[in-house]
């Protein structure tokens, strides 16, 4: 069972572009929902968070959008630029402090 | 500032073999977590770790796997009997109880021939 599905797979986005990449999930006791940011041959980082209490959350040219009643929250990422080409995951925590996390996104941004 | 370190870099073994992955949470995180991703797939959770107990594992983590906290610094993730399967990269993680945030070494690309 995937209790978190991301979409899309892969993303092209010319360099000053939006970026959108989109996060369903199933369990309505998820209580924290993280973007990560991966660079090949790194480990994830954390890039942004939200609360299911929190409609919309923004650091920088980072947004989290989150729609509680539609079980969905996406990132977007504004004036995107090359470094941000990396793979981003959505992930979703239990109150058993397990996470969940997306398939993951991998984002080019064309020069 | 503050970083979660994991040895080795690079793990080859045989299969059978017993391996012993090793992480260094962030000092005064409470939460450990062990990550596994198997190369350009999703990060998939392992078990967590909260006051020298597993608090969550997954269907992955069965009784070839094993999480010590040995000393007040250290937390290993042990594989008895590694199955080609295994290969992928172990990610460790911790944070504190609150907030949520959790912090990723760099990983241990683990290669079983």
């Known amino acids: 069972q995937q209790q978190v599905k991301q979409s899309p797979q892969s993303l092209i986005v010319q360099k000053g572009g939006i970026s959108i990449i989109n996060c369903a999930y199933e369990?309505?006791?998820?209580?924290?929902f993280p973007w990560y940011q991966q660079f090949p041959g790194k480990g994830p980082a954390l890039l942004i968070a939200?609360?299911?209490?929190?409609s919309e959350k923004k650091e920088g040219r980072f947004t989290i959008s989150f729609n509680k009643s539609a079980k969905q929250f996406s990132l977007h990422i504004m004036d995107s630029q090359p470094g941000d080409s990396a793979t981003y995951f959505c992930?979703?925590?239990?109150?058993?402090?397990?996470?969940?996390f997306g398939s993951g996104t991998k984002l080019n941004v064309k020069p | 500032e503050p970083e979660v370190t994991q040895t080795p870099s690079h793990q080859v073994t045989q299969m059978g073999q017993e391996v012993i992955l090793r992480c260094v949470p962030i000092?005064?995180?409470?939460?450990f977590y062990w990550y596994r991703q198997i190369l350009g797939q999703k990060v998939e959770f392992l078990v967590s770790?909260?006051?020298?107990?597993?608090?969550?594992k997954s269907e992955i983590f069965d009784d070839q796997f094993s999480v010590e906290r040995p000393d007040g610094s250290n937390f290993t993730l042990k594989i008895r009997s590694t199955k080609l399967e295994d290969s992928a990269m172990y990610f460790c993680?911790?944070?504190?109880?609150?907030?949520?945030?959790?912090?990723f070494g760099p990983g241990t690309r683990l290669t079983v021939t």
């Open positions: 770790f909260y006051n020298n107990e597993i608090s969550e």
């Open positions: 993680a911790s944070r504190e109880v609150l907030p949520y945030e959790q912090y």
């Open positions: 939200i609360r299911p209490d929190v």
């Open positions: 369990n309505t006791a998820f209580d924290y």
């Open positions: 000092s005064n995180h409470l939460y």
């Open positions: 992930a979703a925590k239990n109150n058993f402090n397990k996470f969940y």
